[in-house]
């Protein structure tokens, strides 16, 4: 099976794309990073991509004022490295439409929620926690899913619980999420990059695992 081509996006300190080298190194994901893309050209994301060797493009309102000239040139990038995938690893910038629709069911974002909880306009870091906290809720946890036009709506293709103690501080519940990205999106990308991933009616079905040697 050939090897899926990978582009990073992310803009902060890239520990969701770290978790998913570790794993490609392993040989547990079958893919290779070919872009890391980020709004961010002093987050430590890029600095992880250029320890790796992997190339590392910084497109942003400075770079591009233009809305439709930056996705035009997040397109470029893409083409340019053949990417199969895209994967979303704490990007901070709304992913423009013509980028959503160029790549349908091959964006994967990872929310650090059980979505439909706490997801939607407004949640995104910190205030995911904050909200979930305030809540009381006794469980949260992290999302991986495809990327659509809504926000957080795309087919949900792993998810994992944590508890909530009535003593948590918002950090403290991000950190124990944290752990639990750091696990499922290479999972995801397990399944995904194995074509194991089938979407119907919104829904994701993971087919199962193929006998070694058969077609
Ligand atoms: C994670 O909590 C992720 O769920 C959210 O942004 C954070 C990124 O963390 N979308 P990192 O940059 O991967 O360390």
Same mark, same amino acid.
Request: aromatic residues 6%.
């Given at each position: 099976?050939?090897?899926?081509?990978?582009? =990073?996006?992310?803009?902060?300190?890239?520990?969701? #794309?770290? %978790?998913?080298?570790?794993?490609?190194?392993?040989?547990?994901?079958?893919?290779?990073? !070919?872009?890391?893309?980020?709004?961010?050209?002093? +987050?430590? *994301?890029? *600095?992880? @991509?250029?320890?790796?060797? $992997?190339?590392? /493009?910084?497109?942003?309102? @400075?770079?591009?004022?233009?809305?439709?000239?930056? @996705?035009?040139?997040?397109?470029?990038?893409?083409?340019?490295?053949? %990417?199969?995938?895209?994967?979303?690893?704490?990007?901070?910038? $709304?992913?423009? /439409?013509? $980028? &959503?629709?160029?790549?349908?069911?091959?964006?994967?974002?990872?929310?650090?929620?059980?979505?439909?909880?706490?997801?939607?306009?407004? #949640?995104?870091?910190?205030?995911?926690?904050?909200? +979930? =906290? @305030?809540?009381?809720?006794?469980?949260?946890?992290?999302?991986?899913? #495809?990327?659509?036009?809504?926000?957080?709506?795309?087919?949900? &293709?792993?998810?994992?619980? !944590?508890? =909530? #103690?009535?003593?948590?501080?918002?950090?403290?519940?991000?950190?124990?999420?944290?752990?639990?990205?750091?696990?499922?999106?290479?999972?995801?990308?397990?399944?995904?990059? %194995?074509?194991?991933?089938?979407?119907?009616?919104?829904?994701?079905? $993971?087919?199962?695992?193929?006998?070694?040697?058969?077609?």
């Amino acid at each position: 099976m050939q090897l899926k081509r990978i582009a =990073v996006f992310a803009s902060g300190g890239g520990s969701n #794309f770290g %978790a998913l080298l570790e794993a490609i190194e392993n040989k547990e994901v079958n893919a290779q990073v !070919v872009l890391l893309l980020s709004n961010a050209p002093s +987050a430590y *994301a890029c *600095a992880r @991509a250029r320890e790796k060797g $992997i190339p590392v /493009a910084v497109i942003n309102k @400075a770079t591009h004022p233009e809305a439709d000239a930056r @996705a035009q040139a997040i397109l470029k990038a893409l083409a340019e490295k053949q %990417a199969d995938y895209i994967v979303l690893a704490g990007y901070l910038p $709304i992913v423009p /439409a013509a $980028i &959503i629709r160029a790549y349908p069911n091959r964006i994967v974002n990872i929310h650090p929620s059980l979505i439909p909880a706490f997801c939607g306009k407004g #949640f995104y870091g910190h205030f995911v926690h904050e909200a +979930a =906290v @305030a809540r009381g809720v006794k469980l949260s946890g992290a999302t991986v899913h #495809f990327v659509d036009e809504g926000t957080d709506t795309g087919p949900i &293709i792993c998810q994992e619980s !944590v508890p =909530v #103690f009535a003593e948590d501080s918002p950090e403290d519940l991000a950190a124990r999420v944290l752990k639990v990205e750091h696990s499922i999106l290479p999972r995801a990308l397990s399944l995904i990059c %194995a074509d194991r991933v089938l979407v119907k009616n919104n829904t994701v079905h $993971i087919l199962t695992k193929k006998e070694d040697g058969a077609l």
